[in-house]
């Protein structure tokens, strides 16, 4: 995904997520094989899935989105569909503490090397 028609860059979010003592690497793997593949096909831009190198219950990834109505369209197509509602949302809350999620989201400065 390229800068916007008017060439800003896009919306990113960094979410920091704490996984439940020992469930962190089920967390990771729940994410790149179903979590991430079901925001993509919504029309997501996953850009990077992380594990902590030093401390073994956090997760983090970065989704992008074109712009604010763009994140609005996204998360209503993801969080709205059935499929996340009763499936994956479900398997989520067993693998992480959801109260200790972090969602900052950033706009990347001209020197960024991801826009």
């Given at each position: 995904m390229s800068d916007d028609a008017v060439?800003?860059?896009g919306?990113?979010?960094l979410r920091f997520y704490t996984a439940y003592?020992?469930?962190r690497d089920e967390l990771a793997r729940y994410m790149d094989e179903v979590v991430i593949p079901f925001n993509?096909?919504?029309g997501v831009q996953v850009v990077?899935?992380?594990v902590d190198e030093e401390n073994e219950d956090v997760y983090v990834w970065i989704r992008?989105?074109?712009d604010e109505a763009d994140r609005k369209d996204r998360y209503r197509a993801i969080y709205g569909d059935p499929e996340w509602t009763d499936v994956m949302g479900p398997v989520i809350?067993?693998?992480m503490i959801l109260e200790r999620a972090?969602?900052?989201r950033a706009i990347p400065t001209a020197g960024s090397l991801i826009r």
């Open positions: 060439g800003r860059p919306l990113f979010e003592p020992g469930k993509t096909a919504r990077a899935s992380f992008r989105f074109a809350t067993d693998l972090v969602v900052t």
